[in-house]
């Protein structure tokens, strides 16, 4: 399979070109040239195949022309060591429980999956160059990548994230860490660590020096297995004759999640339309209601991971639709909710129907609740254990909330971080010395 930025379709590169780089040299973000649809046998036994199943079988879509079939499923079969649930809530409104691999967010599938993909490249060439990874992070990406590449030989991960504003379960699943990851405080917001990360591999002193590469969704190997769980959602709500008129609510940041998912929907999977929830961060639905696309500052919310003010995937709709705000409005809405409105929703719900959600979560509930039309049934994607939020929930509640082992263990561990500005100078140097 052929890739080409979306800044040029000239500018091209092989998959393991494309997941090694991360990012085009004109700064665009790879595409795959073609999105193969994938058979009618396959949707009409879906829901007799397992999650690993359902998975390879995208991934040969996406990935069969370049990686053996047997290697590839090892892959699959050892990224998808966990289930992504439906779970009801009330009539008609389901939740994706995507919290159930070893960082509790929804970021796990794609970090373990790039991970592997990139071992196999590097085992495969034998290289003995390190390769270093940069992944800049609003909250789930940095623990979903850190854990995911933790240990892997020839692969150093840098994990950037912006000070005091990401949870502290979350801080601490990247932080205490060690061995071949490398925490780094930046004193900004998540922007800014985007744009040190971008800069970066732009920067010829500094990739004539070490090899970079890029774990955040601009990665192809990171964003696109995001889509093997609305596959596997599909399958469930079909073994419970509920996917007819099936509309997915996504919380949105910086768009990949959502992106994996509408390519699901090119490759023929049949949902009829997304809705792409956000919070106070409203670039994207500004962009719905005006046709204009206006990044600016982000700013802090309850829901941090979706806290970003500039999305980079918003390149890959774009492109995607051909410039045509009217065709991406066509199938995917939107909504903005505020801290407060998410406080009520997660109090709502929780009263209602016993159910937690967390912030990001709520925002996707609550889209689904105003937006569905008679008819349709919803499923929201809940990206990330309630525990890893527990003073903002319990707060909302007004209860405890537990803290799944696996957040505990993380817990126990000592902080180890390098605190730096957001001027690239000192990000490069930084890297240059190590």
Do not use: W
Request: contains cysteine.
């Amino acid at each position: 399979m052929i890739y080409y930025s979306t800044n040029n379709k000239e500018n091209t590169a092989s998959l393991e070109q494309a997941v090694v780089t991360g990012l085009a040299s004109d700064r665009g973000l790879y595409m795959p040239e073609k999105l193969k649809a994938l058979p009618k046998e396959f949707f009409d036994n879906i829901q007799n195949l397992s999650f690993q199943e359902i998975a390879f079988e995208v991934a040969k879509a996406f990935f069969g022309e370049d990686v053996p079939a047997e290697d590839l499923k090892k892959i699959v079969y050892d990224t998808l060591a966990f289930e992504t649930p439906v779970v009801k809530v009330e009539d008609n409104i389901y939740s994706l429980e995507l919290f159930h691999g070893p960082t509790l967010a929804f970021k796990d599938v794609g970090g373990r999956f790039m991970a592997r993909l990139l071992g196999y490249f590097n085992a495969k060439e034998g290289n003995d160059r390190l390769v270093n990874v940069l992944v800049a992070t609003s909250g789930d990406t940095g623990s979903a990548v850190a854990n995911g590449f933790l240990g892997v030989p020839g692969i150093h991960v840098y994990v950037l994230y912006p000070k005091g504003k990401v949870s502290p379960i979350q801080e601490c699943q990247f932080t205490t860490l060690g061995q071949n990851i490398t925490a780094i405080e930046v004193d900004g917001v998540f922007d800014d660590c985007q744009a040190l990360v971008k800069a970066a591999f732009m920067d010829k002193e500094l990739n004539a020096h070490m090899k970079l590469t890029s774990a955040n969704s601009i990665n192809v190997a990171r964003f696109l297995p995001q889509s093997f769980y609305y596959f596997n959602a599909y399958a469930q709500m079909k073994a419970k004759g509920l996917a007819d008129d099936l509309v997915v609510c996504v919380p949105s940041g910086n768009f990949g999640n959502i992106t994996s998912g509408i390519f699901g929907m090119k490759m023929g999977l049949p949902i009829k339309r997304f809705i792409a929830a956000n919070n106070s961060n409203d670039i994207f639905y500004n962009y719905l209601q005006t046709g204009k696309y206006s990044p600016k500052a982000s700013v802090q919310t309850i829901a941090n991971a979706m806290d970003v003010g500039d999305p980079s995937n918003f390149a890959r709709i774009y492109d995607l639709y051909k410039g045509s705000r009217d065709a991406v409005a066509a199938d995917v809405s939107g909504a903005r909710f505020s801290d407060d409105q998410i406080r009520e929703t997660i109090k709502d719900v929780f009263t209602r129907t016993g159910y937690l959600c967390d912030p990001h979560g709520a925002c996707g509930y609550r889209a689904l609740k105003e937006g569905l039309k008679p008819g349709e049934t919803g499923v929201f994607l809940e990206t990330a254990h309630p525990a890893k939020f527990k003073d903002t929930v319990e707060k909302v509640i007004g209860q405890q909330v537990e803290i799944p082992a696996k957040l505990a263990a993380f817990m126990k561990g000592k902080k180890q971080s390098v605190a730096l500005s957001k001027n690239f100078e000192d990000f490069k140097k930084f890297l240059i010395e190590r």
